[in-house]
């Protein structure tokens, strides 16, 4: 399994942003998307969140856990996900992912406000930020900071989106409020010292 999930990388779609800022998509990715959400759903030791996140306050209502360095994920698709990751982008991204953030959005009123991935290296450095989702489809929006057109990228069940270049200095992503939404999770898979 992990030998297609590395085939299909090769082929995921990059789109250049502003300022090196790229993300690359590949739709229908990962492996057995619904035993992954149900096992999810069901096993992540899910807290609320409702702070400040990353460099200004917003309002983040949604469940979140991240697994750190060496904890063992929750479904061996994340596994062989987090694997294929880190040996497709070794050449560009010279280290391992290592983290796995979970997010549980229960519906459209759970969301993510406009922010970058700024705590540690990714205010400083360019890295990368790969994220899966399952569940129902929700929209991701980028825009490059300090102002200028977003981008939207549908995020369905087993997608893959990775945010990479300077992305997280450069450009912001949200996950907006919908009105009608079934539940979604997403896991960020990041490297070290990347929150
Ligand atoms: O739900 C997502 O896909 C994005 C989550 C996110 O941007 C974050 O937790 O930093
Ligand atoms: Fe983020």
């Known amino acids: ?21 790229w ?16 096992t999810l759903a069901r096993e992540v030791p899910w807290r609320a969140e409702r ?7 917003v309002d983040v209502p949604r469940l979140v856990h991240t697994y750190m360095i060496g904890e063992e994920l929750p479904h061996p698709s994340l596994g062989e996900a987090r694997e294929a990751l880190s040996a497709h982008y070794q050449s ?3 280290e391992p992912f290592r983290t796995a953030g979970c997010c ?13 991935d700024t705590i540690g290296r990714g205010s400083t450095h360019d890295t990368m930020v790969a994220i899966v989702s399952v569940g129902d489809p929700r929209r991701l ?9 977003s981008v939207a990228v549908e995020m369905g069940h087993g997608d893959l989106l990775v945010m990479g270049g300077s992305c997280q200095r450069t450009w912001e992503h949200a996950v907006p409020k919908v009105a009608h939404s079934g539940p979604r999770i997403s896991v960020q898979f990041r490297p070290f010292n990347v929150f």
């Open 23 to 38: 993300v690359d998509l590949a739709h229908s990715w990962l492996p057995e998307p619904d035993t992954v959400f149900e």
């Open 104 to 116: 549980y959005y229960r519906d459209g009123r759970d969301s993510v406000a406009w922010h970058g």
């Open 51 to 57: 702070r400040q996140m990353y460099d200004r306050l």
């Open 92 to 94: 560009e991204l010279g």
């Open 141 to 149: 929006l980028l825009r490059p900071r300090g102002g200028g057109d």
């Open 1 to 21: 399994m992990a030998q297609s999930l590395a085939r299909s990388l090769a082929d995921a779609q990059r789109t250049p942003l502003s300022h090196g800022a």
